[in-house]
C-alpha cells in the first residue's frame, strides 16, 4: 500500500514571495514522502519514522519474472472506502492519498486587542481545529522571537479545548519554545453547533473566553519556565495577526493518530471581531466585523495559506465562502 504523507523538516528555503492568496507560514516544510506498506487488506495508516521511509529509487533486486494476471480477479468487488455521506471510512491499499488542509491569514497586525469568532470546529483523530494570535516571523527562529496565543481544538476530544501561550527568546542557540498548554472542558460538542471564541490579549494579561466567559487568564508576572521568555504575558512584544486553520498533527499523544479516516470535515466562521485596546483609558473599541457575505474572501484582510503543516498540505482553494461563512477544509485526494 502506498500512502502519500507530508512530513515536516522545518525549513526557511521554504519561503516564497507571496500573492495577495498567500501568507507565511507559522511552521512548514517543504517534503513529499510515499511510504510503501507490504501489509494486505484494507488498512489505516501508521505513525511513520525516519525508518519506516525507503530509499530514493529503492526497488526490488529480484530477478524472477512478474506474476502472471489473474484475469478473473477482475470481476472482484471494489473496495468501499466512504460510507453513504462521503466520509472517509477505510483507506484502499492500492491507491496514494493525499491530504489537505487550510489556514485563514489576516494581514492586519495588531498590538493588543480583543479577538472574537462565532465558530463550529471540526475534529476527527488528529486534526488541529484552531483560532489563534501569531508574530508573523516566528517560525523563523534563529534571532527571531516566538510570539502566540491559541484556542485549539484538538482531535482527541469534540468537548475539550486547549488554550496555550508560546514563546521563545530570540536566541539562536535555543530551538524550543515555552509553552503553558492547558485543558479545558467545553460542557457541549464544539462540533455541533456554533460558539463564541473570544482572545484578548493586553499588556497586562491574555484571557479566553468561550460564549463570553472567562475560562483563563494569564497576568504580567506568572512565570513558565525558566528561560528570558518565562513571563509570557510581558515576552508577548511583537504585533501579531488573526489566524484560523485546521490541519493534521504528528504527534498523536497530543491530538490523537491521525489516519484520514472520517474526512472530509471543515472549521466553520460565521463572523470575525476586532476590537483595539487604549493602553491609557484600557478599554475596547470595535474596529471591525466580517460576517463573510457574498462568495469571496476580501483579499485586503485576508490571505489564504499554501504551504506544507505536518501531515497535510494547505492550498488555498479550501478555504470557502458561502452561505455566509468561511469554510475551512480538511479534506484529501486519491492520487
Known sequence: MNIKYLLPLFAAALLVACSDDESSPTQASDAVVTVSSSSEGVLLPPELSSSDVP?????????????AVNESSSSAPAIQTTDENGKLIALDPS???TFYGSELTGKEQFMYGRFEARMKMASISGTVSSMFLNYDNSYKKGEEPWNEIDIEVLGKSQTQWQSNIITREADPSISGTTNSESIHEFGFDATADFHLYTI???PEYVAWEIDSVEVRRDTLGMTHGTHADADQVKFLTQPQSLRFNLWASKTPAWTGEFTGIGLPIEQQIDYVRAYAYDTTTKAFTLSWQDDFEGSTLDTKRWSRGNW????VQYRTQNVKISDGKARIILDYEVD
Open 55 to 67: 530509499p530514493a529509487g529503492d526497488v526490488s533486486s529480484s530477478s524472477a519474472p512478474a506474476p
Open 308 to 311: 506544507v503543516m505536518e501531515n
Open 200 to 202: 484578548v490579549w493586553t
Open 95 to 97: 491507491k496514494e492519498y
